[in-house]
């Protein structure tokens, strides 16, 4: 009979305006199992997990909800555990460094710091988006890629990492912790400029895989470690190559060094808006059947 035919409509209820709303709603019966195909397959937000060739018979269909949202204080945790093992394993390559008569190398300093970079992003970037610097933190929440009622906590956890780090590596290598501290070789105004532009770098590169769809996402670990890396063999050994205000300023407190922390805690910052905003300005604009938009703390390596 006809009516056999006509297959009922799922009788879920759905609230308006909810993502499964206007599929529910618009869903209408056909008479041919192809239509009904091509109806669920068009459907972005379905996936079907079975499909009976049989005439009449319906898929069972499952829609992937978002996932819950991630407290503020897992953030913040993740934010202060990840600051402080890349506080801690740059400062100590330092050290060591110093330590062993350079044993280490610029290479080996660099490589250290980079690493712990990429460990850093890949594992904690999911939870709390992996800043690890003020300075990234303040660039992205002046584009709006991140709220700026977090800002103050976010740093305050990096602020205390990095003295948390600083302290138990005085307490573990006193009494050459001096080695640990940046400080420029050099002019304060090559120390500003070599900072800032430094900073642009990895903030143009942080922005592109953190907030582009576009880029290689998945990749930006390894994209960012690798810019940490390269930053640090450009400026080492004039600046120390900070780039991060709280790689600055825990080992300058630990080891009461404060020479031109100013450089520091405003080139970095600086550098960071400067980065972020030309890659803003560069970016191509997204397509009107593919653009979506993202809440402000799904940036950040959170993908």
Known sequence: MESEDVASAPSTPVTPGTPGAPLFGGFKPERSGSVRRSLLKSCKCFSVEAWALEEGSLPSVSCALPPPPVSLARKVGAEFIGTLILIFAGTATAIVNQKTQGSETLIGLAASTGLAVMIVILSTGHISGAHLNP????????????????????????????????????????????????????????????????????????????????????????????????????????????????????????????????????????????????????????????????????HSFRR
């Not at 956890?157 to 573990?172: T, Y």
């Not at 300023?249 to 520091?264: E, M, T």
């Open 135 to 298: 300075s990234v933190t303040i660039a992205f929440a002046a584009l709006r890629h991140f709220p700026w009622k977090h800002v103050p906590v976010y740093i305050g956890a990096q602020v205390m990492a990095s003295l948390c780090a600083a302290f138990a590596l005085k307490g573990i290598f006193h009494p050459v912790m001096g080695g640990g501290v940046t400080v420029p070789s050099g002019g304060y105004g090559q120390a500003f400029a070599l900072e800032f532009i430094i900073t642009f770098n990895l903030m143009f590169v942080v922005t592109a895989v953190a907030t582009d769809t576009r880029a290689v996402g998945e990749l930006a670990g390894i994209a960012v470690g690798a810019t940490v890396m390269l930053n640090i063999l450009i400026a080492g050994e004039t600046t120390g190559a900070s780039m991060n205000p709280v790689r600055t300023l825990g080992p300058a407190i630990a080891a009461n060094n404060y020479k031109a922390i100013w450089v520091y805690l405003t080139a970095p910052i600086l550098g960071a808006l400067a980065g972020a905003g030309v890659y803003s300005a560069v970016k191509l604009p997204e397509d009107d059947g593919t653009s979506h938009v993202d809440p402000p703390t799904a």
